[in-house]
């Protein structure tokens, strides 16, 4: 896999807004295709911080960031990305085994006129997967893991499920019939970057744009728990199709943002499971056989002698200001976190441009570091009290790989990277210092409380 850094400061940004051209974008083979999403990567990154930095420097609005919430959002991107092995299989394979046996008709790869019937058939079905995640529950199963934070920022747009795409791909396999596979997998993902800076409360209104486009003040409706924000706006990049199929509303009210009934926590891994794990135990409690498949294929909201979609009466008043879930964190926590988060991300980008190139022992160490560090960060913005016996474990077998890997690669080989290993064993040996202490007061506080 290439590396992020490929596309030029304004090639990037272009990306983000669907701001390109079918010249530079159409592909006669499918291994043609960029991968436009990891390319975005730096350019995600750019914008939320700029987003960060502006919201924190004004006393008005700073409530709006939480560090625990946006490392929480971020990690269910890396997750994405990490697993997306797991998928490419049913998605693009599945579109590619029906254009190759089943299409009615071939529309040329290089024309402009493809590209634009792609665009839109793309957008259309977008609108009907989006929406059907949220009308049957065991879709939403998947999906929630977008609406579950609390707060709306860039970094929410990356808030994104593992599961979805093992049912989204059947939405677009319609298009297979005539839409070459390359033309198909450039909109699919710029269809997802679009949808990235509309994640903002930094702009209210773009104007007459509102009447067409999915905008932020839009998408702010779709995400948020009012009762007028309930099953709206399911809009992609083109708002029409909730305009044209009544799911369409405008912003008024001022929007709070998250679920219905939020899951406070911040663990990637708790995050992505939940609801599957609440259907099941609701289907199981559920008397009747048929009541029990309608858990599954009803909405979230459904339960016996209620419409479909259950009853809006069941969403929660709202109260302003409605209270979020905070957990209280001492302040050298946050530095923690960015310094964890930062090293992993290192670790996360080596390990996805050499991938391929690994052996089965590497992907495994690499994949299970990865996933744990998030899984401690998470607890730790959770204030969980086994966060400081996790993060202990972690650091000893970050030492104890580090001191396997350093006996494989002798210190004259390991020439100008000598400094990685060092500051590996100070920042893990810090981090024993300082959660063995915690450890213990943890400890303590339980053994008073039996007594
Ligand atoms: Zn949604
Ligand atoms: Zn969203």
Request: with cysteine; net charge positive.
């Amino acid at each position: 896999m290439p590396g992020m850094f490929n596309a030029d400061v304004l090639t990037g940004t272009r990306r983000l807004f669907y701001a390109v051209t079918p010249n530079e974008t159409s592909f006669e083979r499918l291994e043609d295709v960029p991968d436009y999403f990891y390319e975005a990567i730096p350019f995600f990154g750019l914008m939320s911080l700029i987003e960060m930095i502006v919201t924190i420097s004004d006393k008005k609005v700073r409530e709006r960031f939480f560090l625990a919430d946006s490392i929480s959002s971020l990690s269910a991107g890396m997750l994405l990305l990490l697993t997306a092995f797991l998928a490419y299989g049913v998605n693009i394979g599945m579109y590619v085994w029906v254009h190759e046996h089943y299409r009615l008709a071939t529309l040329p790869w290089n024309s402009p006129w493809t590209w634009v019937i792609c665009f839109v058939l793309v957008d259309f079905g977008y609108y009907w997967m989006h929406r059907m995640t949220h009308e049957v529950n065991i879709f939403w199963a998947a999906h929630q893991v977008h609406h579950s934070s609390e707060e709306y920022n860039l970094t929410t747009a990356l808030r994104q499920s593992i599961c979805q795409r093992f049912v989204s791909w059947m939405f677009y396999l319609p298009l297979a019939l005539a839409i070459p596979p390359p033309m198909f997998m450039m909109h699919q993902q710029f269809n997802t970057l679009y949808q990235f800076w509309i994640h903002t409360r930094a702009i209210k209104s773009l104007g007459p744009l509102e009447y067409i486009l999915n905008t932020p003040s839009h998408h702010r409706v779709h995400h948020g728990r009012n009762r007028y924000c309930i099953d709206k706006n399911y809009a992609g990049t083109l708002i029409i199709w909730d305009r044209m199929f009544g799911t369409f509303e405008p912003e008024s009210d001022p929007v709070v943002f998250g679920l219905v009934h939020p899951l406070e926590s911040f663990n990637p891994l708790y995050t992505q499971y939940c609801h599957f794990k609440y259907i099941v135990e609701t289907a199981w409690n559920m008397p009747g056989l048929t009541n029990k498949l309608w858990v599954f294929l009803k909405g979230p909201g459904w339960t016996p002698g209620l419409p479909r979609q259950g009853s809006i009466k069941d969403i929660p008043d709202i109260h302003y200001p409605m209270p979020k879930y905070r957990p209280k964190l001492p302040r050298w926590i946050f530095a923690y976190i960015i310094a964890h988060f930062a090293i992993n991300f290192i670790v996360y980008d080596a390990f996805m441009t050499s991938r391929t190139t690994l052996s089965p022992t590497a992907t495994f160490c690499s994949m299970a570091y990865i996933i744990l560090t998030l899984t401690c960060l998470g607890a730790i913005g959770d204030a969980k009290p086994a966060a400081p016996f996790l993060e202990v474990v972690r650091s000893c077998l970050v030492l104890v790989a580090e001191a396997i890997a350093s006996s494989y690669l002798p210190i004259m080989q390991r020439g100008s990277s000598q400094w990685v290993f060092y500051l590996l064993r100070a920042a893990f040996g810090l981090s024993i210092v300082v959660w063995l202490p915690r450890c213990v007061s943890v400890l303590t506080q339980r053994k008073n409380k039996a007594e």
